[in-house]
């Protein structure tokens, strides 16, 4: 257990609904992340937020809307999505002002878009 | 190009050391990374080294960088069967503060 949680772990939906993904992290930090895992791609940042506040934005489409209510909570809603985000999202956190600036990642949900 | 390069695949006998390889394109890199991927699981972080260091032990781990050559690598003693992964090297780029710029992984395969 990495002190990173998130939910679903899975799910399937069609391009028309609407879901959430969900992470919680127990470890008291203060930057959380999305990242997009999709297969024979490297990690694809999409979001970050320090101290709540959103400070990066790699270019994401707006179907995948980033939500942080807090600290430890993190949200990715999503809507009207494509086949091809199909893919592992994975949520990590971190430390700002740590020695190594190291990031500790959630299991993923493994999202399916039919 | 990718900015941070490793090969695809590794296979090694169990008991034998592995040495997982990757080369990196900042040479103004801070951190550099190297985390684990178990199937169906997120990345766990394994170690990673400053950039002012050209060697790092922790157990079985033994990571070496050559900032020359920008290449950082790997090495499993005793490598087991449960060390079967996706290895992730990962740096932090100059003026990313947070930004963590991820290789394609390293399947290792460890044979009985």
């Known amino acids: 257990e990495t002190g990173v949680t998130q939910t679903p772990r899975h799910l399937v939906m069609g391009m028309t609904n609407k879901k959430s993904l969900k992470c919680e992290q127990h470890?008291?930090?203060?930057?959380m992340y999305w990242y997009k895992q999709s297969a024979k791609k490297p990690l694809e940042l999409m979001f970050v937020y320090n101290f709540k506040e959103q400070t990066e934005n790699n270019s994401v489409p707006s179907r995948f809307s980033p939500e942080c209510p807090n600290s430890s909570h993190l949200f990715l809603h999503l809507h009207t999505l494509q086949p091809e985000d199909s893919a592992l999202y994975l949520c990590?956190?971190?430390?700002?002002?740590?020695?190594?600036?190291?990031?500790?990642f959630g299991p993923g949900t493994r999202l399916t878009v039919t | 190009g990718e900015d941070v390069e490793q090969s695809l695949f590794l296979s090694v006998r169990e008991g034998d050391s592995s040495v997982i390889n990757c080369t990196y394109t900042d040479s103004s890199s801070t951190y550099l990374y190297w985390y684990k991927q178990e199937p169906g699981a997120g990345l766990q972080l394994l170690t990673y080294i400053f950039s002012n260091m050209d060697m790092k032990q922790d157990q079985r781990l033994t990571v070496l960088l050559n900032k020359k050559d920008k290449h950082l690598s790997l090495r499993i003693a005793d490598t087991q069967t449960g060390d079967s992964a996706i290895y992730f090297c990962a740096e932090i780029p100059s003026g990313s503060a947070r930004q963590l710029t991820f290789g394609s992984g390293t399947q290792l395969t460890v044979l009985p």
């Open positions: 990590a956190s971190s430390q700002e002002a740590t020695s190594g600036y190291e990031q500790y």
């Open positions: 470890l008291g930090h203060n930057a």
